[in-house]
Structure formats: structure tokens, C-alpha cells
């Protein structure tokens, strides 16, 4: 049975600290794919016990957008943790981690990131998105004291302001980013995908297609960020909604007018409605 309540979670890792062992942390909203199954597997290579959580986080989700519809499957996700090994599945109620009550700025201590982070790609416009992020990833880190916390790099501008916050507020946890996993086709994971039709599923290869045709161009010596950036838009048709393509510093987020090897381009592109986000690195990992 999954945890529910967070004082059984410290009592176990209290119990893990006492004997020396290390603890890794895979923080999920739950809905669990193969790409959560690699964070997964990492997190067992690398530490002596495990805590899966799933939370579904209403502090990160705006008025508009699919906090009701997002998809819940905590004992599917419970199967499949304990199938890997999985020590604890921690999954708290909002009253849980929040106390109850309404939840909004007056009443809730948030964790801000620099406005230099958020003002951009998915923080653009999800306004308030990565308050909600780091909230609930710093009480997630406070509840388990892990010594590792594992994200995966699809969520590239959400490792970023992780690795940010933990770095400004002394959290004595170590970041491993885990690659991207993808659908034969080149799909990239993500637990929206279940909202796609078939076609829609046909039609969001689009992102990928420009991601890898960029990286192709850089390859073949293009580092021009506009010239790049125009090699996408012939990809695109009525079906695309694109929000945001953008090719930026890896590591801090900075526009650049030259690619180079530390490099990243991130895209957000809407298909029957559904909002996809992927990006590829120009010079590996």
C-alpha cells in the first residue's frame, strides 16, 4: 500500500540514515510511463533505498489548464514501483501537504525562482507554474532528506530552477538529470500523450522532426540561432500550435545569437489541444 501521511515516510528514512544507507528520490505527479521507469532504474543503480512519489500538485496548475483531468492511476503506479523494487510510494493528499484549507497566495508560503528563469518557455506563459514547483519539490526534499533526486530532461527549464534552488538555498541534495525517453516513432514520453488520437499522436512527431533537424543543421556547421530557428517552420501546418522554439544556453538559460555545444533547443507546440514540450541537446549531453 502506497504512504499516505508524511510522518510514517520520516520514520523510515530515519531508520535508513541510522544504518548508513543512501536514499534517492523520484518526484512524479503519478500516471507512470517508461520514461518515469528510467528515472526509476537510475535511482535503484544509484542508491540503497527509494522513494517514488506521486502527487498530482494543484499549486503548479493554472485556472485554465487540466489539473481535474490529469490522469490518476496510483495503483497501476503502485504495481509498477513494486515490480522495480521501489521501497516507499509516497502518495500524500493536498491536505496532507498543504494542511487543508484554501490554498492561494495569501495563505501558503511559496517558493519564488528569479523571475530571470520563469519569464520564459513553459514559465511564459504558466504563470506562477514553477512557484508551485518548487514548493512542492522543496517540501518534497524537507519530508525525505534524500540524498539524490532524480528528473528526467524532457522538463529541461524544470531541472534548471531545481538545480538553481538547490544550489541558493543550501539543500544538501544532488540532482541527476536522466536523457529523454521516446516512443519508437520519436515521440517523446509524457503522460499527456494519453489525451492524442492516433493522428494526433502521427501529427506531435513534429517536434521532434524540428528538434532533430536543427541539430542536423548544427552538425553540418549552421550556428546562426535565427537561421536555425527558420529551418522549422516548413514542418509545421494547421494541426501545430506552436507556443514557444527557442535555442538557449544549457545551463543558465541565455539566449544566444551562436550555437555551440552547450546548447539546448526547447520547443512547445499544441496538437488537438494538447500542450507537448521536448528539446535536444546540439552538443550531447
Known amino acids: 500500500m502506497p504512504v499516505n ?26 500516471a507512470l510511463h517508461a520514461g518515469h521507469l528510467s528515472l526509476i532504474k537510475k535511482a535503484k543503480e544509484t542508491c540503497d533505498r527509494v522513494v517514488v512519489s506521486v502527487f498530482v500538485n494543484p499549486i503548479q496548475f493554472g485556472p485554465a489548464e487540466d489539473y481535474d483531468k490529469y490522469p490518476r492511476t496510483l495503483d497501476a503506479d503502485e504495481k509498477l514501483c513494486n515490480s522495480e523494487g521501489v521501497d516507499i510510494v509516497f502518495a500524500p493528499t493536498p491536505a496532507e501537504m498543504y494542511g487543508g484549507g484554501r ?15 520563469v519569464n520564459k518557455l513553459c514559465g511564459k506563459t504558466r504563470v506562477g507554474h514553477f512557484d508551485g514547483v518548487c514548493t512542492v519539490v522543496l517540501k518534497l526534499f524537507n519530508i525525505v532528506q534524500p540524498d539524490y533526486a532524480f528528473f528526467g530532461q524532457k522538463d529541461a527549464q524544470q531541472v534548471v530552477i531545481v538545480k538553481k534552488m538547490v544550489k541558493d538555498l543550501n539543500v544538501p541534495v544532488q540532482i541527476i538529470q536522466c536523457p529523454i525517453v521516446r516512443e519508437e516513432s520519436g515521440l517523446a514520453l509524457s503522460s499527456r500523450n494519453k489525451y492524442l488520437s492516433e493522428e494526433g499522436k502521427k501529427d506531435a512527431l513534429v517536434l521532434s522532426r524540428i528538434l532533430n533537424n536543427i541539430k542536423s543543421c548544427y552538425l553540418k556547421g549552421i550556428t546562426d540561432v535565427s537561421a536555425l530557428k527558420e529551418t522549422a517552420y516548413s514542418f509545421l501546418t494547421d494541426k501545430h500550435d506552436l507556443e514557444y522554439l ?40
Not at 544566444?256 to 520547443?267: E, G, S
Not at 512547445?268 to 550531447?284: K, P, S, T
Open 5 to 30: 501521511n508524511i510522518e510514517d515516510v520520516r520514520k523510515n528514512v530515519k531508520e535508513w540514515k541510522k544504518e548508513g544507507l543512501t536514499v534517492g528520490l523520484v518526484p512524479t505527479m503519478g
Open 103 to 117: 490554498l492561494s497566495n495569501d495563505t501558503l508560503t511559496y517558493v519564488c525562482p528569479p523571475f530571470f528563469y
Open 246 to 285: 527557442e535555442i538557449l544556453d544549457k545551463n543558465t538559460l541565455e539566449e544566444k545569437d551562436k550555437a555551440d555545444d552547450d546548447t539546448i533547443v526547447l520547443i512547445a507546440c499544441r496538437v488537438e489541444g494538447v500542450r507537448l514540450i521536448d528539446n535536444v541537446y546540439l552538443g550531447g549531453k
